[in-house]
């Protein structure tokens, strides 16, 4: 399984930054303050994650602050893969 | 910069005398125009506040995301201004020609829209989000002979410089090494030579300015033509609703793309002479509260969808930074909701004034002054000068009952009306009912003379404070290979006011699904800009026509909201 980090690195890449911008994205990057990924743009990259790892990002947890970094991301879909993973089966 | 202590609003003593004692030549005489002279914005922005014995006050405080910072004086503003005018001169553009600034908020952008004002030529700001589809649109339209732009958005513009003939030069601010092609050159404006003796071109009141695109429910985008002579009307405005005064720093959230950032982030205030900060990053609320403290911030001019954003990251970050700088805070971009308003003075001690205007109207024009009682939740007043109505939507006669929704319209006679819509004076002369200059928003007026706002009056989508036509978004959903047909419309949002919804028919042999969505939803942004994306996207069998096969938004939209679909004895039946 592809590290988390590295998945959302190379969608934050591939998606968000136009083909020749040499800029390189690493876990600490500022992609929202840093005016690389919008507050509009975070619908798609958000849509990405739950897709990606099935899980649902409340939308009182999609803040500007915890998308800002690559490394912020990971934090909130690991947690909420666990709370999920944790929930009672219904 | 030293700090700044914080000091009462000027009140506005009487609206009512205010009002019948105004006349625009108030602003003629402020700015020491005689008529006849000639009248360029470029040059009152700069050598006007020069001449007064302001040349060495910072008219311009720069910082971008990564800490990194520039001040420009009112002399430095004068002289690069005049380097790049010259530089654009010496390329052989002329006066008239369409320059398009295509820019982050960096300081080429303010200085370079000054620069094409002060050589003759007509300013085209772009917002730098917009995708290579929603660029060529808008310098096709235009002709555009130049564009000012940075490394990061040369990809885009070289896909769209294909089919652009009219587009001479492309000038990149910051090209450092890069490798680039036929017709591009750097423009690097530290190295530019400002010349001795520069003469600004002689432009009169009417002559050509700045020209804004904004969006539609039909056809292409529209770009706004204004004149010189809207310094006028820009000027008051920012004076006496914006409050600014000469010691004041002055924080416009606005990008210059849009007709705020230009009226209000370059023209309003240093007309005034006032220093402005400029943040060149993304959203961050702690961000800007620390921009706020370092920059002792005295006037703050925003938006309701930031505000939103602030209310929701709490009123405990707010109490870790010293804002006590802030002594008048105004909004625009959208209606400003009471909770807004009420949580502000929480906040900040300080109620947000609305304030409401569009690019067509290129200033203010109904508003809360300084001082007046603030109904919240209301747009205000009418500014001054302008004579605001709401018209009856069927006999175009203003309505006299209190209450009553109606259209809001305008009496044409302030400075900065637009002039026309370029290419298209059809669409300019359809702007027009009964002699009245007509908005496309709905409101109603209370016994006091407050407006109300009720929404607009067309499929125009209002996201975040920002325009978006829904005839661009759906022609580009038609370029996806898996669409057959479709519908964008405003869905409510409880941050941005509304978002788009796209409703998508899929041609036979491609199936709904997640992938399929999230990959029209990137298409649209690359293509277009992140504001045009369609945050939803429902797929459907068929979309909801008249007879005559006209897509029924009206009726989408209306069950987004919640309310009555009306009229639907044109509906096609499916």
């Known amino acids: ?90 | 910069m030293p700090s700044t202590a914080p000091s009462p609003v000027s009140p506005v003593a009487d609206w009512t005398e205010h009002a019948r004692d105004f006349d625009w030549s108030i602003a003629e005489r402020e700015l020491d125009h005689r008529p006849g002279e000639p009248l360029n914005i470029g040059w009152h922005c700069t050598d006007r506040i020069c001449h007064r014995g302001h040349a060495r006050r910072p008219a311009l405080v720069w910082e971008d995301h990564q800490g990194h910072g520039r001040t420009y004086t009112f002399e430095g503003l004068r002289l690069r201004s005049n380097a790049i005018a010259q530089f654009l001169r010496s390329l052989g553009l002329g006066p008239g020609e369409r320059i398009c600034l295509y820019l982050d908020r960096v300081p080429e952008l303010y200085i370079g829209f000054l620069g094409i004002l002060k050589m003759g030529g007509i300013a085209q700001p772009l917002f730098s989000a917009f995708g290579d589809e929603a660029l060529w649109t808008r310098l096709a339209d235009a002709q555009t002979a130049a564009i000012l732009t940075q490394r990061k958005h040369l990809p885009k513009v070289r896909k769209a410089r294909d089919r652009l003939p009219a587009l001479r030069h492309v000038l990149v601010v910051d090209a450092g090494d890069a490798v680039l092609r036929e017709g591009e050159r750097p423009l690097a404006l530290e190295s530019l030579r400002s010349p001795e003796g520069f003469e600004v071109h002689h432009t009169e009141p009417e002559t050509p300015s700045v020209l804004h695109y904004t969006s539609g429910t039909t056809g292409n985008p529209k770009g706004a033509l204004h004149v010189h002579g809207a310094l006028l009307a820009q000027y008051l405005t920012a004076k006496w609703v914006l409050d600014l005064r000469p010691d004041d720093v002055y924080w416009c959230n606005a990008d210059p793309g849009w007709v705020t950032g230009t009226s209000y982030g370059i023209i309003g205030p240093w007309a005034n002479g006032v220093t402005q900060v400029v943040l060149d990053a993304g959203f961050s609320a702690a961000r800007w509260y620390d921009f706020i403290q370092r920059h002792h911030v005295t006037v703050w001019y925003s938006a309701p969808t930031a505000i939103r954003l602030l209310m929701r990251e709490g009123m405990d970050l707010v109490r870790r930074y010293d804002l006590s700088s802030l002594r008048h805070l105004c909004s625009v971009g959208e209606p400003l909701n009471a909770e807004a308003v009420h949580w502000s003075r929480q906040a900040f001690g300080l109620p947000f004034h609305d304030t409401y205007w569009q690019t067509e109207t290129g200033s203010i024009v109904i508003t809360n002054l300084p001082g007046m009682p603030i109904k919240p939740g209301s747009m205000g007043r009418p500014f001054p000068g302008i004579r605001a109505v709401v018209l009856d939507p069927a006999t175009a006669q203003p309505i006299e009952e209190p209450g009553r929704v109606g259209l809001i319209a305008l009496g044409p006679g302030w400075p900065s009306l637009m002039r026309t819509y370029w290419n298209n004076a059809a669409a300019y002369g359809a702007k027009f009912r009964n002699g009245w200059y007509v908005c496309g928003d709905r409101a109603s007026v209370d016994p006091d003379g407050y407006f109300w706002f009720v929404g607009r009056d067309d499929d125009v989508i209002n996201t975040g404070g920002h325009l978006v036509g829904p005839f661009e978004i759906e022609s580009a959903l038609l370029e996806h290979p898996a669409v057959a047909e479709s519908a964008a419309v405003a869905k409510p949002d409880p941050i941005n006011l509304e978002v788009v919804k796209a409703f998508v028919a899929l041609k036979p042999g491609y199936a709904p699904g997640p992938d399929l969505e999230l990959e029209i939803m990137n298409t649209i942004r690359r293509r277009l800009s992140p504001l045009a994306m369609p945050q939803e996207i429902a797929f459907v069998d068929v979309l909801p026509k008249t007879r005559s096969g006209k897509i029924l938004r009206r009726v989408l939209r209306a069950r987004e909201f919640g309310e009555p679909v009306g009229d639907l004895s044109t509906l096609m039946e499916e």
Not at chain 1, 53 to 58: L, N, T
Not at chain 1, 62 to 69: K, S
Request: hydrophobic content about 40%; aromatic content about 6%; overall charge negative.
């Open chain 1, 1 to 90: 399984m592809d590290d988390l980090e590295q998945v959302i690195r190379a969608y934050v890449a591939k998606e968000y930054l136009e083909e020749g911008d040499d800029r390189t994205i690493d876990d600490h990057t500022p992609l929202i303050s840093g005016g690389i990924v919008d507050s509009f743009s975070m619908v798609s990259l958000k849509r990405f994650l739950e897709r990606r790892y099935g899980i649902e990002i409340p939308d009182a947890e999609a803040t500007p602050d915890a998308f800002d970094t690559v490394s912020r991301i990971a934090a909130l879909v690991t947690r909420l893969r666990a709370r999920s993973t944790a929930a009672p089966a219904s």
